[in-house]
């Protein structure tokens, strides 16, 4: 019978306010194991973890944590890590003009009397690399390689201070299909050669039940139970019932009383260059149209060029030597600027929420009505009670949880920050809608509650396109989808003739021809 390497018992954790974000939580890890944490968001698994790892300190907790046995007491994450627990947090914590030699063992150098041996650490570094299959350079800076080659160094890092057990809080958030497919295997790999134990949060319950050995449930800050592979039910379903606390037996809601409408925003011939490689098409020839009260998918794999061509109609916010029509309501309009996206009823909800979304340092009010406070001011002077009206009037409507409308978009969850994104946009009443990744990194009933939203924005005539790289969610909510490869639209297909086999066919067409030629 496997041994248990850890127990965290009755852990109870309260931020300022008095908010209880774990309540009498406990879990158990077994050695040699992969070990899921899965729950909705905001329901504390993080914060277990940052508990486990001390990034929240002994004494700023109650509980008890076991580790081989012995009560550990971590005041720092050096504490941790002088025990083998090592955590990767879903935003990687790498320099990124540092080479990828440097990132592996920074602050953990080989070094003598302090002076670092540089030959030692490329030696080592490279073994590393080997055993997490990252075969680039180790002199390469690591912002010259792709997320999923990030998410390999910060594995190679942890194995550098000789991990035993691994956290890993949505590591393949970011990755497409083939590098969390790499991802996976490699963790296995680990458990059954090295004998590491992981512990993983993850809202992609099928990569959950592809890869665990036992899954611990949390809801509201609460123990629900622990599945295990051997003996319990195993299923997507199951899991969902204990996240929400009811079964979900439709993830996609039915759209009603929508009607499609007359072409709303139309793009013709639009071509984008790189703004940092010379000549470098990015966007090619791409022609696109949306109706009121329709909602069309944008599918297609990373790389293919969807954000890129997004951002550039929303003001020309990326790309260079960009050329094209836009046609707003039978209308060619002139869009050079992110004010003139707004002003013409364009809005953009951007994939990368923390970078380019929200005002982390600002509460969940600012972020509210940002872009809309010509709508609440007189003669330039903002009505506060009117803006904390509407900003309480859509943490409500949305179902945000979070203490206030006072409270910092920095402290929410990610579900629940993607909702503030939704409602600064949905206030600003814009005609036409693109949704960028919506539900990246949110759990399942968030993501329900989403989709509700799009349906409700479709209903009353907007017209909503949304890139998305779940294949499944594509299909689950549009009307319509345009297929993207390297730049160009390759496929439209109707609801009807759409499928994941029909879309990659798409795909797939196009590179043979390209291959062809």
């Given at each position: 019978?496997?041994?248990?390497?850890?127990?965290?018992?009755?852990?109870?954790?309260?931020?300022?306010?008095?908010?209880?974000?774990?309540?009498?939580?406990?879990?158990?890890?077994?050695?040699?194991?992969?070990?899921?944490?899965?729950?909705?968001?905001?329901?504390?698994?993080?914060?277990?973890?940052?508990?486990?790892?001390?990034?929240?300190?002994?004494?700023?907790?109650?509980?008890?944590?076991?580790?081989?046995?012995?009560?550990?007491?971590?005041?720092?994450?050096?504490?941790?890590?002088?025990?083998?627990?090592?955590?990767?947090?879903?935003?990687?914590?790498?320099?990124?003009?540092?080479?990828?030699?440097?990132?592996?063992?920074?602050?953990?150098?080989?070094?003598?009397?302090?002076?670092?041996?540089?030959?030692?650490?490329?030696?080592?570094?490279?073994?590393?690399?080997?055993?997490?299959?990252?075969?680039?350079?180790?002199d390469t800076p690591v912002n010259k390689i792709g997320v999923g080659k990030q998410q390999l160094v910060?594995?190679?890092?942890?194995?550098?201070?000789?991990?035993?057990?691994?956290?890993?809080?949505?590591?393949?958030?970011?990755?497409?299909?083939?590098?969390?497919?790499?991802?996976?295997?490699?963790?296995?790999?680990?458990?059954?050669?090295?004998?590491?134990?992981?512990?993983?949060?993850?809202?992609?319950?099928?990569?959950?039940?592809?890869?665990?050995?036992?899954?611990?449930?949390?809801?509201?800050?609460?123990?629900?139970?622990?599945?295990?592979?051997?003996?319990?039910?195993?299923?997507?379903?199951?899991?969902?019932?204990?996240?929400?606390?009811?079964?979900?037996?439709?993830?996609?809601?039915?759209?009603?009383?929508?009607?499609?409408?007359?072409?709303?925003?139309?793009?013709?011939?639009?071509?984008?260059?790189?703004?940092?490689?010379?000549?470098?098409?990015?966007?090619?020839?791409?022609?696109?149209?949306?109706?009121?009260?329709?909602?069309?998918?944008?599918?297609?794999?990373?790389?293919?060029?969807?954000?890129?061509?997004?951002?550039?109609?929303?003001?020309?916010?990326?790309?260079?030597?960009?050329?094209?029509?836009?046609?707003?309501?039978?209308?060619?309009?002139?869009?050079?600027?992110?004010?003139?996206?707004?002003?013409?009823?364009?809005?953009?909800?951007?994939?990368?929420?923390?970078?380019?979304?929200?005002?982390?340092?600002?509460?969940?009010?600012?972020?509210?009505?940002?872009?809309?406070?010509?709508?609440?001011?007189?003669?330039?002077?903002?009505?506060?009670?009117?803006?904390?009206?509407?900003?309480?009037?859509?943490?409500?409507?949305?179902?945000?949880?979070?203490?206030?409308?006072?409270?910092?978009?920095?402290?929410?969850?990610?579900?629940?920050?993607?909702?503030?994104?939704?409602?600064?946009?949905?206030?600003?009443?814009?005609?036409?809608?693109?949704?960028?990744?919506?539900?990246?990194?949110?759990?399942?009933?968030?993501?329900?509650?989403?989709?509700?939203?799009?349906?409700?924005?479709?209903?009353?005539?907007?017209?909503?396109?949304?890139?998305?790289?779940?294949?499944?969610?594509?299909?689950?909510?549009?009307?319509?989808?345009?297929?993207?490869?390297?730049?160009?639209?390759?496929?439209?297909?109707?609801?009807?003739?759409?499928?994941?086999?029909?879309?990659?066919?798409?795909?797939?067409?196009?590179?043979?021809?390209?291959?062809?030629?």
């Amino acid at each position: 019978m496997p041994n248990i390497l850890l127990e965290m018992q009755d852990i109870v954790k309260e931020f300022a306010g008095g908010v209880r974000a774990l309540d009498q939580v406990n879990i158990q890890v077994k050695e040699k194991s992969i070990h899921a944490l899965v729950g909705e968001n905001g329901a504390g698994k993080s914060t277990l973890m940052n508990v486990l790892s001390g990034v929240y300190p002994y004494g700023t907790y109650k509980g008890m944590i076991r580790y081989h046995g012995e009560e550990c007491k971590f005041k720092t994450i050096r504490n941790s890590e002088d025990k083998g627990i090592v955590i990767i947090h879903q935003e990687l914590a790498l320099i990124p003009y540092l080479s990828i030699m440097e990132n592996i063992f920074l602050g953990n150098e080989c070094q003598s009397k302090g002076v670092v041996n540089w030959g030692k650490c490329r030696f080592e570094a490279m073994k590393l690399m080997e055993t997490v299959g990252l075969h680039d350079l180790p002199d390469t800076p690591v912002n010259k390689i792709g997320v999923g080659k990030q998410q390999l160094v910060e594995i190679a890092k942890a194995l550098s201070k000789d991990v035993k057990l691994l956290i890993l809080d949505e590591p393949t958030a970011a990755l497409n299909d083939e590098e969390s497919e790499k991802l996976l295997e490699l963790l296995l790999m680990l458990r059954e050669k090295w004998g590491m134990t992981a512990i993983m949060i993850s809202h992609k319950l099928n990569e959950i039940t592809k890869v665990a050995d036992e899954i611990t449930i949390i809801r509201d800050g609460k123990t629900i139970e622990t599945l295990n592979k051997n003996t319990d039910e195993f299923s997507e379903d199951r899991i969902i019932k204990g996240m929400v606390g009811r079964e979900i037996t439709n993830r996609y809601p039915q759209r009603t009383d929508c009607k499609i409408g007359d072409v709303c925003l139309e793009i013709k011939n639009w071509n984008v260059y790189s703004p940092d490689i010379a000549n470098k098409v990015i966007v090619n020839n791409v022609n696109l149209n949306v109706r009121r009260g329709e909602v069309v998918g944008i599918a297609g794999l990373m790389g293919a060029g969807r954000t890129e061509l997004a951002m550039s109609i929303f003001g020309r916010a990326y790309g260079a030597h960009i050329s094209g029509e836009i046609i707003k309501d039978g209308k060619t309009v002139k869009i050079t600027t992110v004010s003139d996206a707004i002003k013409n009823g364009i809005a953009y909800v951007t994939e990368d929420r923390k970078g380019q979304g929200l005002i982390l340092i600002d509460d969940i009010r600012v972020n509210t009505t940002l872009p809309s406070l010509k709508k609440l001011s007189l003669r330039g002077v903002v009505n506060a009670q009117k803006e904390i009206k509407v900003a309480e009037s859509y943490l409500e409507r949305l179902h945000i949880k979070a203490q206030g409308i006072h409270q910092f978009t920095k402290n929410l969850s990610g579900g629940n920050q993607q909702k503030v994104m939704l409602a600064r946009w949905i206030y600003a009443d814009p005609d036409v809608l693109i949704l960028d990744e919506p539900t990246r990194g949110i759990d399942v009933g968030a993501k329900y509650e989403i989709y509700c939203v799009i349906n409700e924005l479709a209903r009353l005539g907007k017209s909503v396109i949304v890139i998305s790289s779940e294949l499944p969610e594509v299909l689950g909510i549009s009307d319509r989808i345009y297929v993207m490869n390297e730049g160009c639209f390759v496929g439209e297909l109707s609801q009807a003739e759409a499928s994941q086999e029909s879309v990659m066919q798409c795909i797939m067409r196009c590179n043979k021809n390209k291959q062809v030629v």
